[in-house]
Nanobody
Framework: QVQLAESGGGWVQPGGSLKLSCTNS????????MGWHRQRPGAQRELVAG????????YPAHTARGRFTISRDVANNTVYLQMSNVKPEDTGVYFC????????WGQGIQVTVSS
């Protein structure tokens, strides 16, 4: 049973930074990719960033390219999302995801950006 445990969310002021962590109960190299999705209020879930097995990163053009950075610690089966210069529109629930034949999702973690 694959379990994805997210941490690091919370409240942050506009312009601030936040780092999300996701620890996979399985070896992350067993997965084609891992990533972070988010669901903003009133919107559909969207991919924020992904990292493939080989280490290549994916940043959809419509999301926070240049402000968010995905990285991983293979030894600890952990993937990170460094969020910088956050904006109120970054508020939402952030989900860690893993893809291997099917999608696995974490429970989600709230990020609130407000002054």
């Amino acid at each position: 049973q694959v379990q994805l445990a997210e941490s690091g969310g919370g409240w942050v002021q506009p312009g601030g930074s936040l780092k999300l962590s996701c620890t996979n109960s399985a070896n992350i190299l067993n997965f084609n990719s891992m990533g972070w999705h988010r669901q903003r209020p009133g919107a559909q879930r969207e991919l924020v960033a992904g990292i493939e097995r080989g280490g290549s990163t994916i940043y959809p053009a419509h999301t926070a390219r240049g402000r968010f950075t995905i990285s991983r610690d293979v030894a600890n089966n952990t993937v990170y999302l460094q969020m910088s210069n956050v904006k109120p529109e970054d508020t939402g629930v952030y989900f860690c995801t893993a893809l291997q034949g099917r999608d696995y999702w974490g429970q989600g973690i709230q990020v609130t950006v407000s002054s």
